[in-house]
């Protein structure tokens, strides 16, 4: 097995719980593709190129990850890339039916690929990017919920 795993996700924007699971897995395995999802039925707040920026320079400083997108399913994109292992973290119980039966459907498609969900850490555990839209949205602070690097770009964006 390659030990190159995925990050995936909509990253709208990215939030301290992403960027948790993604050091604890480059910590873990030789490389990392943070794989973001280019959703054409979904309007995104933040377009593809920012959160993949935004990703970029939150990653900065971990030398094993790579930014990347995806169209299509997640399965197939895998396969293409030579990669075996999906990593997703698990917040709360409510995570744990939708993200088995994700990694059950993938599995199916690709019977080469495995999920390794990472509990997230105790700070993480009530965080969504749609949390920060609206907080940072109605003029809140989000310094506790998004990498400080890229704080101020979200609250601008977010601001309007
Ligand atoms: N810390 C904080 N927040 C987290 C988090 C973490 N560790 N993990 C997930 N979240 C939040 C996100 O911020 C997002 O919040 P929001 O809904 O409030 O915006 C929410 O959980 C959902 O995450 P998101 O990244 O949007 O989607 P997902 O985790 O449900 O799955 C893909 C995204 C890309 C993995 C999935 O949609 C996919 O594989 N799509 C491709 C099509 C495909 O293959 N479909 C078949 C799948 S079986």
């Known amino acids: 097995m390659s030990n190159t795993v995925i990050c995936p996700g909509s990253f ?3 939030t301290l719980g992403h960027l948790d699971v993604i050091t604890r897995a480059a910590n873990m395995f030789d490389k990392v593709l943070v794989a973001v999802l280019v ?3 979904k309007r995104p707040t933040f377009s593809i190129e920012e959160r993949m920026e935004l990703l970029r320079d939150a990653t900065d400083g ?9 169209e299509g399913l997640l399965a197939e994109y895998c396969k293409s890339r ?3 292992a999906i ?5 709360a119980v409510s995570d744990f039916e939708y993200e088995f039966q994700m990694a059950i459907a993938n599995k199916r498609l690709n019977p080469e690929l495995e999920t390794i969900f990472l509990t997230a850490d105790s700070d993480s555990m009530y965080l969504s990017s749609s949390m920060v839209r609206e907080i ?5 602070d989000i310094s ?4 400080a690097c ?3 770009r979200i609250v601008a964006k977010l601001r309007g």
């Open 12 to 14: 709208d924007p990215v």
């Open 39 to 41: 959703n054409s039925s």
């Open 62 to 70: 971990l030398d094993n990850v790579e930014i990347v997108s995806f």
């Open 82 to 84: 030579g990669v075996n």
């Open 87 to 91: 990593v997703k973290g698990l917040r």
């Open 136 to 140: 940072g949205s109605m003029g809140g």
């Open 144 to 147: 506790n919920f998004v990498p």
């Open 150 to 152: 890229v704080h101020d």
